[in-house]
């Protein structure tokens, strides 16, 4: 079938909001998309220049190097066990690996895609590339029989929720059942804030006592975007069952998605060092420690939020409202609307700020909670 029209852009409807924020005397805090702010770091910059004369066709599949790094990654920090190389596949970002996967799969009309109900808009749009149908669901009894792959988030995007090994047990379960592919976007798993993941690693899909040593069916995605602040190299991979890895293999080839060599070398320097992947989880921690009580002086009640690069918030109206009485402030967020139907009071805070500028906004929320 043809590709059919697509919806607007989400993020277009900001403009106004975004300028009435910009207006503001002491500027802007945008605290809406989530783009990191702080440096890559230099063993990673140094990868990539050290990797410049890439004058051969990188692997599709990603270097050795790389693949054997992605594997050791998933077992130090994850704590998943017994993959190969042919377990793993590097990706162009994860945000490509999320719009195309359905079609890559060879979904189209009659299949279903289940999403989360607070959800990334992405999954959807991913459906519809392929033909195929969204259905938002956190509830694996209540997916239609025609589901062909679902969509877990964990920690999620935007609410920081996180399913427990027993949820992502039952998830499996169900998928299963109905002959789907499970797949787990696990891009804020170093990212665990409150209740057990405050001290407990985030469980992954792919997690033995998830899929009892069975990977079939199932796959993880994870980026470097945020944990070793990559968004601008485009470095995120995926992993879980083989055949499925292979089927994706062969269809990037074809299609030429290949991350460049110099990213693959950068890569490896990320996943190999832990040290700062650690010092940018306190930054992320003390800005959430300024953000959090802030907002809930102002008014906005935190739901979820218990890992995660985000702050899930609502005063009890709908988010536009909110959204406008945030950029009278000078402060840009983002409107539950754009992440589905069910939350259309919340708004989304990222953390992704420096230092002064989640000061400026935790200092006009103050500021404005004196004058309620």
């Not at 230092?355 to 309620?372: M, P, V, Y």
Request: hydrophobic share 45%; aromatic share 8%; net charge negative.
């Amino acid at each position: 079938m043809a590709l059919g029209a697509l919806p607007d852009y989400p993020w277009d409807q900001m403009e106004p909001y975004a300028a009435t924020a910009r207006a503001h005397p002491d500027g802007i805090v945008d605290l809406s998309i989530g783009s990191p702010v702080d440096p890559t770091p230099e063993l990673v910059r140094s990868a990539l220049a050290a990797a410049t004369d890439a004058h051969a066709y990188p692997l599709t599949a990603g270097s050795v190097p790389l693949r054997s790094a992605i594997v050791s990654w998933w077992e130090r920090r994850r704590g998943v066990t017994g993959l190969t190389e042919a377990n793993v596949l590097p990706t162009i970002g994860s945000k490509e690996f999320v719009a195309w996967l359905p079609f890559m799969l060879g979904l189209g009309s009659g299949d279903v895609v289940v999403h989360p109900l607070a959800a990334y808009p992405t999954y959807a749009l991913g459906a519809q590339l392929a033909g195929a149908t969204a259905v938002a669901s956190d509830d694996p009894d209540s997916w239609p029989a025609a589901t062909r792959l679902v969509w877990l988030n964990s920690p999620g995007n935007p609410d920081g929720r996180v399913l427990s090994v027993a949820e992502l047990q039952a998830a499996v379960a169900r998928a299963r059942s109905l002959g789907a592919v499970i797949v787990g976007d696990e891009c804020y798993a170093e990212l665990g804030w409150d209740g057990p993941w405050a001290s407990t690693p985030v469980p992954s899909l792919l997690d033995p006592r998830v899929t009892g040593g069975d990977l079939t069916g199932v796959l993880a995605a994870y980026s470097l975007s945020k944990q070793s602040n990559l968004a601008g190299y485009r470095a995120a991979f995926a992993a879980g069952d083989p055949a499925l890895i292979s089927r994706l293999l062969t269809v990037r080839k074809h299609a030429g998605m290949i991350p460049p060599a110099p990213v693959q070398a950068a890569m490896v320097a990320a996943l190999g060092d832990d040290a700062h992947v650690a010092a940018q989880k306190e930054l992320y921690r003390a800005r959430r420690s300024v953000l959090r009580p802030a907002l809930e002086s102002a008014g906005l009640r935190i739901d979820r939020s218990e890992a995660g690069l985000y702050l899930w918030a609502t005063e009890g109206r709908d988010g536009w409202e909110t959204i406008g009485r945030l950029a009278s402030l000078g402060i840009l967020a983002g409107p539950g609307h754009f992440y589905g139907s069910s939350y259309p009071t919340h708004v989304r805070f990222s953390l992704t700020a420096t230092d002064e500028r989640i000061a400026a906004a935790a200092s006009r929320l103050s500021e404005s909670s004196n004058d309620r």
